[in-house]
């Protein structure tokens, strides 16, 4: 959770095999550029342009985050396109399941529901945020394991929130 402009993001990463491939192939290119330098002894272009492309990968990659608007609008900026964000009506929101590492929201339209990977606290602010919201109608479940992880979720005043 950060707070840039006034605006607090909460950080989020996609699906697992997802984020692994990913940062698998935005570090692959310092790797070829640190190997390009080793063969030469001068600072070539293509080793240039591959550290170049490595600082843009990991930067994009940085650009996953969700942003709760004043409005009713859910503001969940894509990694994979910068600049972008796609929108989500907070009210069409049926279902937020969380667990230990992971939440997965189910809206009106989306039956699967989209997986979000988050850190322990930024989540608990994240859920915390969208549940006080007057816009939001749906329900709020653990899944997983009852233990120490979830006292921060359980012992909150929200009438909202069920255990599974």
């Known amino acids: 959770m950060i707070k840039i402009f006034g605006k607090l993001r909460y950080h989020w990463q996609p699906e697992l ?8 192939l935005s570090i692959a290119p310092i790797f070829i550029s640190l190997a390009l330098l080793y063969e030469n002894t001068k600072i070539s272009k293509s080793s240039f342009i591959l550290f170049i492309i490595f600082i843009v990968l990991v930067w994009i990659g940085f650009q996953r ?4 608007s004043d409005d009713k609008d859910l503001l969940l900026s894509r990694g ?19 667990s230990k590492r992971a939440i997965i929201i189910y809206t009106n339209h989306n ?27 749906g329900e709020v479940e653990l899944i997983g394991h009852i233990d120490h992880y979830f006292d921060s979720y359980s012992n909150d005043k929200k009438s909202k929130l069920s255990q599974i």
């Open 17 to 24: 095999s997802i984020t692994i491939t990913y940062w698998c």
């Open 65 to 68: 985050y969700f942003e709760i």
């Open 111 to 137: 039956v699967k529901g989209k997986i979000f990977y988050m850190r322990k606290w930024p989540k608990k602010y994240f859920v915390d945020t969208l549940t006080t919201n007057s816009y939001f109608q």
């Open 80 to 98: 994979l396109v910068p600049g972008y964000a796609g929108k989500t009506v907070i009210s069409s929101i049926s279902k937020i399941k969380i």
